[in-house]
């Protein structure tokens, strides 16, 4: 189904083209009327199946912007994908001169608070950080009209049902409520239940991998080493045509920089780009006048290009459905692909997950040596001298060949034209890559909130209220100290003969 017949306003179909997009996904084509008739709806998809614009286009459809209040909130369980929805609804708020404002834990809260006073029409947030803004009386949802629980299977395994119960509670009962989640326990449907009104319920079935055509592998590198062993990695496999992943814009901006200044045909996409230069890339790719792509996962959704051999993820994706995605690029119609994973030593119980959910163990990669990188140089250099040899017209220079060989040794001209043709040794070329915050460890039940989660249960463990609250760094002080003041009280002693 087309943008065009689910009713939205002209400026946001303007904002949806901007972004490339035409065709819905099926979980906006089912659930985007739903929301615009002002039903409570239940939507089962997982993230990358573009759930946001699914919620965030008739909510952006629906608020005043004339209003300096906040009519819409949407609780997400962790900053990462609580920043994602922030900036995926600016973009395409934009138009509507819609304000949009993300508050989570780990920030500093007094810019919030200021951030806040600008009356945003939509706020994102952690569970912990909107409870401690609720608290603070630097946020009013008593005008909200649209209530969002993202990822709420996640949200309930962390623990945060209580904090939602109590945002909630500050929220108007006659209210839009809308939840979305990967899994649909019966704990989500009791949710349901208690907080909306007879809700549609929405299944999308998760897209399954085949993964027979794919060849999947891992490399196990520190975060300031992958760039240097994927470099390496390129010039061993030689790929055709590769779309490599990045987490953030920031980290497609520098890769693509980076692999150009070692000679790589590269250019990357990503949601700041304009709609001109974003086709402008993918076309050039299309046609086989770009070797590597580089994108974001938002700026790759919807593209259909054929022929990718290979597929690279610099950034190990926080969402295993996110993976399929990527990697489902490659291996099509009948043909083989190859794709290869970065994963730093913190990320590796992210993979185990991958594997779980495509049920296939990746094979380990052991990265290319500097002579394994120039050896694959060299083949590249002498494949393209080939290409070139066969497109010449000899007899067109056969006076300035005659020439060269009386000059010079015809080995030496031949080692002169391999070391033009082939890339520079990649260490000769230094390229910076910032690293990026960490993903949060699936160990913990945690989130990467994880300082406000830490503080609810705190409250809530010791119940002498938050002027009690002990940090848990100093609990454990507090522990240690009475463990050291418990061992005073033996003594050994020692018997002298």
Do not use: C
Not at 240 to 266: C, M, P, Q
Not at 277 to 285: G, T, V
Not at 309 to 334: K, M
Request: proline letters at 4%.
């Amino acid at each position: 189904m087309k943008f065009t017949e689910l009713g939205l306003s002209d400026n946001l179909l303007k904002a949806i083209k901007r972004s490339g997009f035409e065709e819905a996904t099926p979980i906006q084509a089912e659930t985007i009327p739903l929301v615009l008739k002002g039903n409570d709806v239940i939507g089962q998809a997982q993230t990358g199946t573009g759930k946001t614009a699914a919620f965030g286009l008739p909510i952006l459809n629906h608020i005043d912007v004339k209003r300096n209040e906040v009519q819409a909130v949407i609780i997400s369980p962790t900053r990462e994908l609580a920043i994602q929805t922030q900036e995926e609804l600016f973009r395409l708020g934009r138009d509507e001169h819609a304000k949009v404002q993300v508050v989570y834990g780990g920030a500093d809260i007094r810019r919030q608070i200021k951030m806040l006073k600008r009356a945003p029409q939509i706020v994102v947030g952690t569970p912990g950080r909107l409870l401690d803004h609720i608290r603070r009386r630097t946020i009013d949802l008593s005008s909200v009209e649209t209530l969002v629980l993202d990822e709420a299977d996640e949200m309930l395994d962390m623990g945060f049902v209580e904090d939602i119960e109590s945002i909630i509670k500050t929220i108007p009962d006659k209210r839009q409520t809308l939840l979305f989640s990967a899994t649909m326990p019966s704990a989500i449907l009791k949710i349901g239940e208690k907080f909306m009104t007879k809700p549609e319920i929405v299944k999308i079935k998760s897209k399954e991998l085949t993964t027979d055509l794919v060849d999947q592998y891992y490399v196990r590198a520190k975060d300031f080493e992958k760039f240097d062993v994927m470099t390496r990695i390129l010039d061993v496999q030689a790929p055709e045509l590769t779309i490599l992943f990045g987490r953030t814009k920031r980290r497609v901006d520098e890769l693509s920089k980076g692999l150009e200044a070692r000679g790589y045909n590269a250019k990357g996409i990503h949601g700041d780009l304009s709609q001109q230069r974003r086709m402008s890339i993918l076309k050039q790719f299309k046609a086989g006048k770009l070797d590597i792509l580089v994108a974001t996962d938002v700026a790759a959704r919807g593209l259909d290009i054929s022929g990718v051999t290979h597929v690279y993820n610099y950034d190990i994706p926080q969402d295993p459905e996110s993976y399929v995605h990527r990697i489902g690029r490659t291996g099509r119609a009948g043909h083989h692909g190859v794709s290869v994973t970065f994963v730093t030593p913190n990320e590796v119980d992210y993979l185990r997950v991958i594997e779980k959910l495509t049920k296939k163990r990746m094979t380990a990669l052991k990265p290319p040596t500097q002579e394994e990188a120039f050896i694959g140089q060299v083949s590249s250099a002498v494949e393209k001298i080939g290409d070139l040899v066969r497109k010449t017209d000899t007899e067109k220079f056969s006076k300035q060949v005659d020439e060269l060989l009386k000059k010079y040794d015809a080995t030496d001209l031949i080692a002169a034209l391999i070391n033009e043709v082939a890339k520079d040794d990649a260490s000769k070329v230094p390229v910076k890559i910032t690293p990026e915050r960490p993903l949060p460890s699936r160990r913990k039940k945690g989130s990467s909130n994880h300082y406000s989660h830490n503080k609810r249960r705190s409250w809530h463990d010791n119940g002498k209220g938050s002027k009690n609250y002990k940090p848990r760094k100093e609990q454990n002080r507090d522990k240690y100290s009475r463990d050291r003041k418990k061992k005073r009280k033996f003594t050994i002693r020692v018997k002298k003969d």
